[in-house]
């Protein structure tokens, strides 16, 4: 069986050719450590620290699964997990708009996904769509089952193929939700009061323009 084959291509591709998608996307990763360092470190102050950074630790793990599964091949698929990492994010922005609300996360009574998203006034309410009709359920939509066939000879892909140009796109998404949520990872910083959460901005602000530069060259 070959079923790593289309991973190790891949990792191959990202310590080479591609290696400077991988610096970008693992440098968001090591900053976003970072930022729940700092979360964990002030933990004992505020409930606010405590619940926004285990939320950024639980975002973490959703952005890594989607690595993991872009590097096999599987970027629909990896749908099913972009969907709660939006999610993550968009809890993110609710309590720092209201920091109030975080007693809801500690009596385990937060409001569901989507009125969250109506309250922060989300923007992701498009994609939510999308990914809810072809990749968080299972679907037989064109966009849940075309790459599973060859039209040409109508054999099944059982193995998803390494393409490079499908890879650096997925890529780039991925490195997009990162720095979206490390943004808002230090919005909610400053809101609970650290003081060098605004020099932290600026230098994330400026990696993200530098990798969004990069990601978008032809």
Known sequence: MTIWATRRKSEDAIANQLSAYREYVEGAFARLDDVIQR??????ELPFFRVCGI???KARNYALALYSLILDGLGQEAGAVLRPLVEAYEVLVYFRLDPGKISEAV???LPPAGEIAR?????????????????????????????????RTLSWNVEQPYMEDTLKTNLGVLFGMLAIVLIEGVNCLSVGGDTSARQLADEIEAFRDQGISFLQEP
């Open 55 to 57: 939320t950024l630790v």
């Open 39 to 44: 979360f964990e470190r002030r933990q004992s």
């Open 107 to 109: 009596d385990r009574q």
């Open 119 to 151: 309250i922060i006034s989300g923007r992701f309410q498009d994609l939510r769509k999308y990914l809810n009709e072809n990749a968080s359920h299972f679907s037989f939509s064109p966009h849940s089952m075309t790459h599973l066939v060859d039209f």
